[in-house]
């Protein structure tokens, strides 16, 4: 089958589209789920660096409990309240992001807008909830496991920012309205980061903060 | 409410009279450094990637072959070895054999697909500065002395620093490879369609997204543990916890991209369609699959020379690349092949690839205990045969990159190499490459044969000429370029090109293409030839 391939240097630009009725209307989306299929990739790349992280916390907790029958220093008290409370905050802004995909789809910009701030100030809280954890339990950085905790954990810590960050791009993004029940794929595209992102939160509450 | 309720009724018109501005497009040609540094064009970027990972790549081999012929001769101080070899090492697969098919894919691959550009222009761009700062302060730490096992606390923190932003933007510049091949190819051209190269692309970024961030978590805890901790969290030294990212397997991750540049070539310059094609692709990504390795490190398994997994793995990393050599040889034996430099690159590039899988196959048998050979007491540096074999990796890797800029070259600089300056390279680049790693390989066995204990000194001299001959080699290759004819060559400048990155001018003009039809097939450029022959 023969394909046709004109290479014309100055078309560069699509030609207006013209719709049913001949009035103008958008063209069609030109790149389409780029953002949505390169976050997830993305995730990807994040979602090993920390398999890669609770790994090696795993191993060496492993070894140690073997050679020297121990893993946390007696004096390093892990309290459960705040971890379990921050995996609460996240687990709520997983539907309160997942709100703010499902308006969008509907144009609905009120509850979107409304979504995505109430995701953010569950993010804040969370923070918050990380930040009085580090001060109760004064873990001392220079001992294995302390090392390992503040690292996996501020690793985590700087994704739930750069997630933040993403959903305020986003919705400056839905601001200017660029989305649309059409076109919305930044607000999906930085749902599928914030799960993730809750996803990864899980796994280091099971791992760290619960098993010890 | 207004902004905040309904969404602007006049954008839907902006969009349409100025549709550019809402797909980002508009990469107009950069001029002058200003250009370049502001630039999002694939095609900038891509040079731009290409000539400073060639620039790497020459120190690199510089420290390569310091390295061996201190072994053979001792002249550097007993301190400094250890960051020759480790700056070697990271150099010659981070700054250099990486980043060259980055480089070659960042402008070749939205041409191959038929896109416009390249997915996240702005993130491209700045995974090339990220990657340029890194590499900039990895040489610099160095330089006053830090590294693994640096004497300078602050020097050996800024290393690793420096390596996290290499890898970052790294992953950063394999995000957009691989979105770019996903999502933007054009009307027809399915993923089992899109040619190998753009396919090993994706593969290799793939396996780059994969591997690289566990490299980074490593990286993050040996910072960490170097500057705040006691420096015993990861159980190790500092570099034996970053090596087998440098090893067997992970290292195999490197070549990926040079199966797919292979096989383009080879099949344009045979003018035929590529044989078993689906094979081919499965092959490819068998390769990548095999190539996983970031289980294989030290702390997750101190003994994975016993392990069979690591055995098997190695093994069968033999199969894929049997495969596609036989796919190779069909396709050669089915078309009509021009003996061109590319398929010189390409045939010595496949000879090297098929030596160094096979050495690798070796490398997981216990009893042959070529894990155990050390270049001297307490070394750092990767053992013998492993860095024979890494190099035989990387070499086969460079030389199939040499041979990707030479047969792409029209594209890329808008003129044909000098082709018989080009076949010198490609021979001088092979025997360098198999005389900087073969050496080690075989004094790898040294712990087995007694004879060869006292042949090191020789063998890492050969090694050390090999390394000083793959660097001539890519001397020549930019003298070839510098001296290449054919100002504007046609847009399927070999004239028998197959697939769409030669349906448009050389170099391309911005934008890339004009309106593009329909793909049938996997071979576009070949479907008008069959069809205009028949008519």
Known sequence: MAATVTTEPSATAPAPHTGSAGALTPPPVERPRVLLVGTAFAVAGIAMMFAGLIGIYLARRATNLITVGSWLPTDLIIPLSQPNMGLATLVISVVTMQWAVVSIKNDDRTNTYLALGTTLLLAFAFLVEMGYLYALMKADVTTIPGLLIYAISGAHFAMVISAMVFVILMGFRALAGEFTSRQHDGIAAAAIYWHSMVAIYALIWISIFVTK | MAITDTRPADLALEVTADPERFIGLSDHDPHGLAGLIGTGDHKALGRAWIAMSLLFGIAALVLVALFHADVSSSFLPTDTVDQVATLGQVALVLLFAIPLFVGIATYVSPLQVGARTVAFPRAAAMAFWGWMLGSGMLIAAYAINGGPGGGRAKAVDLSFVALAFILTSLCLASVCLITTVFTMRTSGLWMTRIPLFSWSIVVAASLWLFTMPVLLANVLLTYLDHHYGTGTALGTSEWGQLAWAFGQPTIYVVAIPALGAISDILATLSGTRLALRGLMMTAIGAFGVLAFGAYAQPIFAPDIESQAIYVAMGVLAL????????????????????????????????????????????????????????????????????????????????????????????????RFANDGLAKLAALVSLVGVLLAGLPLMIFGFAIKADALADSGKFLNGVSAFGAVVLLIAIVLVLVALLMGKGDAPADDAWGVGQSLEWATSSPPAPGNFGVLARVDSPEPLLDITDSEGAA
């Open chain 2, 319 to 414: 199969l894929p690349v049997l495969l596609l050599l036989g796919g190779w040889g069909a396709t050669l034996r089915g078309g009509k092949p021009v003996l061109k430099s590319p398929l010189l690159f390409a045939l010595s590039s496949a000879v090297v690839l098929l030596l160094a899988v096979f050495g690798g196959a070796l490398y997981v048998i216990k009893q042959l205990e070529l894990h155990n050979t050390k270049w001297f007491e307490n070394s750092l540096a990767t053992p013998p045969y492993a860095t024979g074999h890494a190099l035989l990796v990387v070499g086969a890797t460079v030389i199939a990159a040499l041979g990707a800029l030479v047969y792409w070259s029209p594209k890329i600089f808008g």
